[in-house]
């Protein structure tokens, strides 16, 4: 019946090839126009998943009792020199701060007057020590620049020491080879000001300093911005930025927004790439394997049209495109054109021995059916995830399901309209190679069931150890500029995000729960509000008094009376001269200290250099000494007078990211162990939710997600399985013939999760859809198979027939497109490209030779082949 | 008038007579100096100097900073070692530094209260061609001003032994510093050139 109305309808369409045609083009254009205009990515990538669990309706609490962490963009500064890195960052914040369009919040811990003026009680008593230590090292450079805010005050007192009988003070290399540095640089056009903190904390230089600045953006009538708004609007600001500083650091963004906005534009960007190399792929095949013109336009021109006419269904049927789902357009490039192929290559064919007419007739009444019915299995396969909770990968499914049932559509309507037209493509004459094979392995049958069984134990062994990646990040273009520096960040524990937080109810509440937190063996570290507060302060007041004692030279100065521009212009030029010739004299001793040595010679070169330059570069890098000397004095001595405090001293936005406005306590919890091993990760995750059942944080949403992505894996395997056997069943009338062919299918599932195991490439939220696609797919081959097998009256026949061509070659399309995936930057897409490649692979032996072997074997049809004996 | 102003008068002139307190260790021990300046042999020189920095110095105040946190942790005789070893460095750092007295002199130049138990004094020593800066700082404990750093042209001796003796200790211990300490008045002794 469904086979009269095939031929109806190819009837129809031939009768009247050019409107059909251009009815065709004309729904195609406005599919087109509508596809481009409504074209939009979900940038939320938190909505693949439904959201009514009891983990996201906690993380949906904790983010309202503190709405600061959510959706941030991190701003980080960073570089050798920590004066360099807090100057940059200082003025960035402000830039931003003063943007109240477009950001809400805007905070920089490192920037904070309080945190910094306190900055020496959060020391270690220890490193507090050694620090009081270094200033009683700097003190006489300190007590010179306040006693002579200028050049001389600093260079009389190199020139008293270089001039002694006494072995130079410790550090004063480091200082002559600061000095001479910048020099250097004001010579060569970069002045920049001197990093005294770092000199003065002896900070190891080897090691970045970091600076974050925490972004939120603004809500426009209770909508947030876009993305793309907030990142553009804070790079123009980081451009906009002139300070000599800016060279010596970088300024990275990360945080959740550049990290989500980042990957829709890897997914984008990698759909694009996938698509221009698969349209290339595919007319490279299609050249290669038909060798027809007409054939070869005939099936592109049912792909692109398909894939114009999926686009549009796409916007219709779920709006939005995800991350996931982009990539079936670049998929439909490959599975469009099976149909056509399968028909051209049959009508090819079939025009050896039949009228045109006659033979548009005969390919649509033999095979039309079967490739109805592997539109549908490939529909079933891509509509398994629908009725899961995976709302990423159902939305896949709806658009794919519908994009096969078009492509037949499509093949069926236009491939027959488009033949009837031209002239006919001339015959096929060479038999490929892969037909040659078929032929041989016949005869092998039995040997080849053997050896796949015994590919499918060995498959089965290796994918014992395949393991599913629960990282949501692990998805992301990995060389990403947001993904390298949050793992930078993570690495060098500048920011934690792989904590659990937990909201206590009160300061009692935190406690109670961190004495219980802190006895269970995957916990290292329990943080409440109170232990941020530094700890031993009074102690560490009597290390600062040793410091305010030695540096009172400092700080209680007599006034140096001001000095006219010209008279300062004198001294400067005077103590420029006068330290260079100290430097000569101290050259010529012999001195076993290499360091110094090599330093007093880089710094005697550079002055000598200064001494001839013109007033402007002298003055300018007299303040580029000066100033930043004068401004770290300043700090100074509010850090060394502090006061000790208690929590209720923090500024409000630092209190208020710990206690919440409502009296709510932020507990942090960090593991032990390094928690990207999944097992890890659970136990951490089950033994802290075994004392808090409410806490939150990236473990435990990751799991989530990840048993919610498991779970729907598993029912979309069955689905798939269960309905794709129904079809078979009712399609091939044969239980057995059914089962035989998802027998291949089954074997390339199990050399998937092998080749998974053997590349390490885990399963992970994007390549779960492989599976089901297997099946989907896979199955197509299958039924080409078995029905021409049934048609075929001789053997011979069969292996010279059109169908191992066909499959063959539909076969090699599918895979150089989803091959094409593999160039992804999006590490999702890319895995996906990866694990279908291989599958493909699997399936493309498996159906040509395990499959015909085992119906040569098993099939209740085989009585009727002649054997090849 | 009201006993406000009256109190206000008295603790005005406590805190100049505490002040007044803090220049005489500063003159005893100029006093001193010049005596010692004034001979040419080592030994005399120390034997010299010696009451007077134990009297006008506050060694053990100058012992605590020099060693910074480890300071605490010594046991009281390793902490009386060190406060005579600190007297010795001092004593044999002006001996051996100072030269023959040609009539140098010192001028106290002001004084400054810096906390309720610290001040500084600031003096000249003039050596005829030259101006040295001399400030002093001294701590008051019990009812007495005692010295206990010397600021010379703005280098504090203080700082310069916490500087010194804070990267020994790290490097090799207490008994390291001890050495170190004994070192430096062993060469004392031999760059004592008169």
Known sequence: MYQTLLIRWTRFVTARPVTVLLIVALVTLASGYFAVSRFSINSDTGKLIRQDTAWKATYNDFQNTYPQYANNTFVVISGAKMADVRAVSRRLEELLRADTDTFEMVYAPENDVFLEDHALLFLSVDDLDTLVSNLADAQPVLTAIARDPGLRGLFTLFDDALGADEPLPPGMAGIFRLLADNIHQTLSGHPSPVAWRDEMLNRDSDVDFYSVIFVQGAQNFGISLPNARIIGTIRDTISSLEMPQKDLVSVRLSGQIPLDHGEIESAMNSAQLAGSIAAVVLLGILVFGVGSLRVIIATYLAMIIGLICTAAYATLAVGQYNTISIIFLVMFIGLGVDFAIHISLRYQEELRDRSKQDAIETTTRDLGPAISLCGITSAIGFLAFVPTEYIGLAELGIISGGGMIIAVIVSLTVIPAFFTLVKDPVLPRKRLLVANISLLMLEYRHLIVAVTLGVALLALFISRNAYFDYSTLSLKDQNSEAMTTFRELQDQDVITDFVISYVAASEADAAQTKARLMTLDTVSEVKIPRDYVPVDQEEKRFILEDAQIMLASTFYQEKTPDRSSADSDRLRDQAISQLAASLEDFARQSTEDSELSDAVAALLTELLQLANQDTHTKTQFEQNVIQPMQDELNWLNKAINVKTFTFEDFPATFRHRLIAPGGEQLVTVTPGDDIIPVAAMRSFADEVQSVVDNATGRPIVELGIGQIVLSAFGQAISVAVVLILLVLILALRSVVDSILVLIPLAITTLVTFATSVLVDLPLNMANVVVVPLIFGLGVDNGIHVVERFRESKDLTALVRSSTPRAVFLSTLTTLGTFGALSFSTHQGIYSIGVLLTCALTALLFLTLISLPALLAVFSPYRVGQPTSE | ?194
Request: aromatic letters at 6%.
């Open chain 2, 1 to 194: 008038m009201s006993s406000c102003s009256a109190t206000a008068i008295a603790l005005l002139l406590s805190l100049n007579s505490a002040l007044a307190n803090t220049i005489s260790p500063v003159e005893t021990f100029h006093a001193g100096l010049i005596d010692m300046m004034k001979s040419s042999n080592y030994e005399q020189r120390l034997e010299l100097l010696r009451p007077v920095v134990k009297q006008t110095f506050d060694t053990s105040t100058v012992a605590r900073i020099a060693l910074g946190r480890q300071w605490r942790k010594l046991p009281d005789i390793v902490q009386q070692q060190l406060t005579e070893l600190m007297a010795e460095v001092i004593i044999s750092s002006y001996a051996s530094r100072f030269p023959i007295y040609t009539r140098q002199h010192f001028e106290i130049r002001s004084e400054q209260a810096v906390s309720d138990n610290r001040a500084i004094v600031r003096t000249n020593l003039l050596t005829g061609d030259d101006t040295v800066d001399l400030d002093y700082q001294l701590i008051e404990s019990e009812d007495q001003w005692k010295i206990f750093d010397v600021v010379a042209n703005g280098v504090s001796d203080l700082s310069l032994k916490r500087a010194t003796y804070a990267e020994t200790f790290k490097a090799s211990g207490i008994e390291g510093v001890i050495e170190e300490i004994q070192q430096t008045i062993q060469a004392n002794r031999t760059r004592a050139d008169l």
